[in-house]
Each structure stands twice: as structure tokens, then as C-alpha cells.
Nanobody, 127 residues
Framework: QVHLVESGGGLVQAGGSLRLSCAASGRTFSSDTMGWFRQAPGKEREFVAAMRWSGPILYYADSVKGRFTISRDNAKNTVNLQMNSLKPEDTAVYYC????????????????????WGQGTQVTVSS
């Protein structure tokens, strides 16, 4: 059974950095697309970043481009999200997700494209 566990959230001042990790287990993920989403109170869950485990192309929401970096650690079966220059509007619960379905670049930005989700980790950015 696929299991995703996020870690690394916390409270940080605006301009600071956090590094989130998503540990994946339960099967081989070499064919997966891994994504990060976030959900702020009263808002819809939105796409943040994604990457195909097998490929070099990285995908970002416009709101985080240039500040966030998604990466993977093959040896640890972990996907990371380095978040720099954090803003109060980045405050949300951050979720990682995965799918083996080979979606197009546009579809991997949609939450419905993902089959498995972690429990989320809270990120709070104070002004």
C-alpha cells in the first residue's frame, strides 16, 4: 500500500526558508509523478510543484516560481520542497501526492490527477 509522509513544516518569519520532505513507501515510484499542493484556510487546494520521478523537467505554480525548488532523493525515496523567501501568503497545509498515470504537463497540475496523498504538514509564515 502506498504511504506518503510529509515532514519539515513549521513557523518561520517572512523572508525565511523551510525544507519539506515527503517520504514515499509501499512500491516502486520510478514511474510516478510526484506533486506538492497546499491548502490555506477557506481556500481550495492548489498546485505548488511537481516532477516526474524519471525525468528532469520540473513544474511550478507561478506564485512560487523562483522561490521554491522541488527535488528528489532516489536513495531515500523522498521528494523535497525547498522553500525560500517565504511570504505570509505561503501559509497553508502542504501535501505531497503521487500518481503512476502518465498525464500531460497540464494535467499534472490538477489535484484530481493524483491517487495518493500524505496527511499534510503545516507551514506558517509570520509577517
Amino acid at each position: 500500500q502506498v504511504h506518503l509522509v510529509e515532514s519539515g513544516g513549521g513557523l518561520v518569519q517572512a523572508g525565511g526558508s523551510l525544507r519539506l520532505s515527503c517520504a514515499a513507501s509501499g512500491r516502486t515510484f520510478s514511474s510516478d509523478t510526484m506533486g506538492w499542493f497546499r491548502q490555506a484556510p477557506g481556500k481550495e487546494r492548489e498546485f505548488v510543484a511537481a516532477m516526474r520521478w524519471s525525468g528532469p523537467i520540473l513544474y511550478y505554480a507561478d506564485s512560487v516560481k523562483g522561490r521554491f525548488t522541488i527535488s528528489r532523493d532516489n536513495a531515500k525515496n523522498t521528494v523535497n520542497l525547498q522553500m525560500n523567501s517565504l511570504k505570509p501568503e505561503d501559509t497553508a497545509v502542504y501535501y505531497c501526492a503521487t500518481t503512476q498515470r502518465g498525464y500531460s504537463d497540464n494535467r499534472l497540475r490538477l489535484r484530481i490527477s493524483y491517487d495518493y496523498w500524505g496527511q499534510g504538514t503545516q507551514v506558517t509564515v509570520s509577517s
